[in-house]
Structure formats: C-alpha cells, structure tokens
C-alpha cells in the first residue's frame, strides 16, 4: 500500500542529484577578470588575440588562472582584484598604443570560478541583479523632437527628389519648425504637385495657402516615427552593452521617452559610460579610384580599410556622401550567388532612387561603406559595382559567416536614430549589493530552521520528513533557476521565502488529512495512503490558481515584478513534486516496510472520547 516502485525512487534520486549538482556552481561564486573585444568592426578577436594576450601578460610578469576565447572575445581569469587591475593597465597600453583610437576594448569583468568539470555540465551559477551584486544604473532622455526632425529633413529631401522626377517644378523646398514648406510659382504646378504629395508621401498632411503647401506629419506618424526611434536605441545600446560582457544587462523602455540601462557587475563605470554614450553613423561614398592610384587627396578622404588576412590598407573616398545610414531599413547575413558569406539591405524610398542613380552611372566601379564611430571613420566594406540596383542589394566581400553577421547588426543599428543623454546615474558597490545577499540568505535560512523546528516538534517524524522535503524543495528551485541561467534580485529572494511557506502549507495538509483518518479509526498504513490521495487535490487545485496568479504577474509584470513572478511560478512546480513526491517517498522507506503497523509518530491525535495519544494505535 505505501511501496514505491524502485523507478520513482530512482526518480527521486535522479532530481536530487540533479539539484546538487546545479547548485553547486552558486558557491564558488566569481573571480575577476579582464575582457577583450573587438573595438572596430573590421577587427576580428581570434586565436592569435588570444596568444597577443598571453604573450603581454608574460612579459608583464602577471600570473592568470586561465585564458578563453569566446563569441564575445578573450577573457583572462586572475587571483584578485589587485592583480586584475594590473592585468588591465598592460594590455590597455600594448593593445591600444593609440589612446585617442583604440582597437580593442579592454573592459574590467567578472567570470564564474566554477570547476571545469561544473561548466562542461553547463553547470553554472544564477545571474545576479543589480540590486545584489552592484554595478550601475543609467536613466537616458531620448530626444522625440530630434527623431522627428532628423525625419522631416529626410523627407524634405525626399520630395525633392519625387517632384524632381514627376517633372514638377518648385520655386523651394524648406523647413520651418516641424512642417516643411514647398513654393511654386503658379497654381497648377501647385495642385499637380499636391495630388502627386499625396499619392507618394502616406504620414504627411497638406494644408496650401496662396502658392505654397505646407506639410506636416500625421500624429500617428510622429508616434510611430518616435517608437521606432526609441526601438532602435535600444537595440543599438544592446549590441554596446555586449562589448563590455556584462551578464544579463536590463535595458527597458520606461515611459514614452526615457530608457533604463542596468549593467551588474560592472566595474569599469568611466568605460560603461563612455560606451552607451557614443554615437555611430553609416555612410556610403564612391571610392575615389584615380586618387588611389596616383596618391593624391586632394578633395577627397582617406580611411582604413582592414582586409581579410588581417592587414591594413587605405582607402581614398569622395568626400560626397551617397547615402547615410538612416536610409538603410533592412539587413540580414546571406549568401550570394557564388554561395559566398554577403550581406543582403534594403533601403528605402528615397535611398533605392538614389542608388539607381547611382549605380547606373558607376558600373565597375569601387564603392564604400564607411562606419563614423568615435569620431573616426573606417571602411568596413569596399566592393565593386556588378549591375545597376536600386532599393534591395547585397554586400559582397571576404566575409565569414559570423562577419555578415556582425556587419548586418551594425547596418540595422549601427547607430541612434535620435540623440540620447544621460539624466540619472547611480552606482551601486559590490560591498552594498553583499549586504543584500547577506540578509535575503539569512533570512531565507532562518526562516527555514523556524519552519523545520516548528515541524518537527508538532509532527515530530511527519514533521521530519516534511523539513527535509521542503530542503529538497529549495536545492531544486536553486538548481532550477541557475540552469536556466535567472537573474536573481531581491523581490527573487522574497518569491524564495514565500515558496517555502507555501512548500510546508501543502505539507501541513498532508499532516493534518492523515491525523484526520487516524482520528476515524482508520489502519497506520490505511491512513498514510489515504492522507495523501486526498490532500493532493486540495495541493493541486491551491496550487493551480496560485500559479495562474504567477504567469499574470510573468506576462503583463516588467522588472522586479518579472523576477519575483519567474521564482514565484518555479517555486510552484517544486513544492507540488517535493511536498507530495519526494515527502511520501521518505515516508514510505520510513513505514511502508513495516506490514503491521502499530503506529505512526505524528504528533497528538485528538480522539472524542479517548485520551490523547502522540502514537496512533497506542493508547
């Protein structure tokens, strides 16, 4: 009646040493380190940055604990923090001789010092948040009113060129404020031009006065211009952030105009800073090719060009710019015909006629795309006009796979669509972010050591069992939560405390149905089973409605409120396996065997009538 089969002990087994294991990693803890990465985007970090790396730390005469390359660059494990600084100051002056134009981006780090054998198993430890293992907060104002001017010089420059090619004559085609005024010089240029507006150009309205029209965006165009505006910044703060290795950044949109970026662990502030706060353009320009040849630059602009085998070379371009990067709607990493790595774009309206234009005049010709990061410029591809293209075309070059890749990103949000500023930073210590992880353990502990004595002392071998259950409930919430690589933050420390409350809830319901069909005269064994079958219904459908609660909280919540509602709703699968499962196993191996049962030690059973006994069947 109360044996399991040997697969559910097994099963028990099997999540036990599960949880054991991938709760390891979270007492390790991490060890500093330095970070390497690519600080232009023609430089590739590989083997030989890694063997460069080693070979300054040597010469330095600073020991490491381990050198690893990965898809974010080379990161080099050290003892202390004394010795990481150290680290960092050397290849900060052997990689970057150059101050003022850094090739690489030397950044402060933190890696998890789990053993190897631990990270094979992707073992590794839980993400910490902001709140508990320090770093920084930045506020950043997003300036609406230079998204939508940006917009509206575009698409002055757009009507241009449509009134342009429909033949249509204007006297000007001007800003003032936020409409864009057109004069003509007769009435019916002016209302050809009109229906010719409004055919082509959807988000503007038109009012005309006497010889001229004014246009002006549509509200739900200046929303959806200033959405996209926000979209796209914080994309490209993303694709920053990731230079720097931080684990589990937040970057989030907070009202209609404001972006929050939290980066934990961080400890290059200064590096941080500087990083979200730079800005990035793309434009493209006809290479120069006569002054290539003859060495001369006079009018025109000289860049570096970095080629496949990793060498260096100029390249003189036209100081006319083509096309600049708000042009460019579209990208993604592909191959061409030849089945070679490239990079398909598309452009738009306006940017496909101009490259028409464009290309049909410079067939054979050498073309440029020129990233402006830092204030300096680098050609990150240069290729040769096969045919006349227009809005959709490809980026054909020596390209791996993973460079089309990174060239794509870098072409959909190489940079801000409209200017940011920071207007709150705040920079929480290590030592603080340590005193939160202090008092949301300690209070986690001692509130089990109160449940467990609680137990124990009521329900005495029950109580037993169910302590040491509701331990094998928080090893596999803890194991849960590191496996799936979760941020941990304090309102997750709360969801913890709260998950063991109503771990030994269920348990207690057990507790109390067996001691009821004890009371009704019930067999040990007879009401052991019986206990059980029924408080797991009442478990389950409790459970349940707390878990709809939970996923509510999970979908519509943001920020702490996600990260309580992420433990919240894990923490309810566990108790349901630990409180029923993994308690009635023990319980079983405990009296299961025994075939006559005389009683079960559960604390007082209160019979009418019959003195109270702390052993059932005994009197």
């Known amino acids: 009646m109360n044996r399991y089969p040997l697969w559910k002990y097994i099963l028990v087994a099997v999540a036990l040493v599960f949880g054991f294991i991938y709760t390891l990693p979270n007492f390790y803890g991490h060890s500093p380190a330095v970070q390497v990465s690519s600080a232009k985007a023609t430089l590739r970090v590989d083997d030989d940055t890694q063997k460069r790396v080693e070979e300054i730390l040597k010469e330095a005469g600073i020991a ?45 780090n933190l890696l998890s010092a789990s053993p190897r054998w631990l990270t094979a198993l992707h073992a590794l430890p839980m993400y910490l948040g902001l709140d508990l293992r320090g770093g920084v907060h930045f506020l950043l104002q997003v300036d609406m009113q230079g998204a939508l001017s940006k917009r509206l010089d575009a698409t002055a420059a757009d009507l241009r060129l449509q009134l342009r090619d429909k033949k249509i004559r204007y006297a000007s085609v001007s800003r003032d404020k936020d409409a864009i005024v057109i004069k003509f010089n007769d009435a019916e240029t002016r209302d050809k031009a009109r229906a010719a507006i409004t055919g082509l150009q959807r988000e503007l309205t038109l009012t005309q006065t006497d010889l001229t029209l004014t246009a002006a965006l549509l509200p739900q165009a200046m929303k ?147 990233l402006f990061d830092r204030g300096r410029g680098e050609a990150i591809s240069v290729a040769t006009i096969q045919g006349e293209f227009s809005s959709q075309f490809q980026i054909t070059g020596a390209f791996s796979p993973k460079e089309t890749n990174d060239l794509a990103i870098l072409i959909r949000s190489g940079s801000l669509a409209a200017p940011m500023e920071i207007i709150e930073e705040r920079t929480i210590g290590p030592s603080l972010g340590q005193e939160s992880i202090d008092k949301g353990f300690y209070s986690t502990l001692w509130g089990f050591v109160a449940i467990a004595v609680f137990m124990m002392v009521y329900y005495q071998m029950f109580g037993v069992t169910s302590s040491l259950a509701l331990a094998a409930n928080l090893l596999l919430l803890v194991a849960l939560l590191s496996l799936l690589q979760a941020t941990l933050t304090l309102p997750g420390i709360a969801a913890i405390a709260l998950t063991l409350g109503m771990a030994i809830d269920a348990n207690v319901l057990i507790n109390e149905r067996v001691r009821e069909e004890l009371r009704a005269g019930m067999p040990p064994q007879a009401a052991i089973a019986e206990g059980y079958s029924q408080a797991f219904r009442t478990i389950l459908d409790s459970n349940i409605t707390t878990l709809i609660a939970g996923l509510a909280l999970l979908i519509f919540g943001s920020g702490p409120v996600r990260g309580f509602a992420v433990v919240h709703c894990l923490g309810i699968l566990t108790s349901i396996f630990s409180s029923v499962v993994i308690s009635r196993a023990l319980v079983n191996l405990i009296y299961g065997r025994q075939k006559k049962l005389a009683g079960v030690a559960i604390g007082q059973v209160w019979k009418p009538g019959v003195a109270v006994t702390t052993v059932a069947g005994k009197k």
């Open 224 to 370: 959806e211009i200033q959405e996209a505006a926000l979209k796209q910044n914080m994309a490209t703060l993303g694709n920053r952030v990731n230079e720097l290795g931080v684990a589990e950044p937040v970057i989030q949109q907070q009202g209609a105009d404001r972006i929050v970026v939290q980066l934990p662990g961080i400890q290059d502030v200064a590096q941080a800073k500087e990083l979200i706060g730079r800005t990035a353009t793309l434009e493209v320009r006809m290479v120069d090719e006569s002054a290539s040849a003859s060495g001369l630059t006079a009018g025109a602009d000289v860049f570096p060009h970095r080629e496949r085998n990793g060498e260096v070379s100029r390249v003189v371009v036209k100081k006319e710019v083509v096309l600049t990067g708000d042009r460019f709607i579209k990208a993604s990493s592909t191959f061409d015909q030849n089945h070679q790595p490239a990079v398909s774009v598309e452009l738009d309206t306006a940017g496909g006629n101009i490259m028409r234009d464009v290309t049909s005049k410079n067939l054979k010709k050498l073309m440029a795309i020129i």
């Open 64 to 108: 490491h604990n381990g050198i690893q390359l990965d898809a974010v660059g080379v990161k080099a494990r050290f003892a202390n923090e004394d010795i990481q600084l150290q680290a960092r100051d050397a290849l900060q002056k052997n990689l970057n001789p150059d101050a003022s134009d850094p090739q690489y981006t030397v950044a402060l």
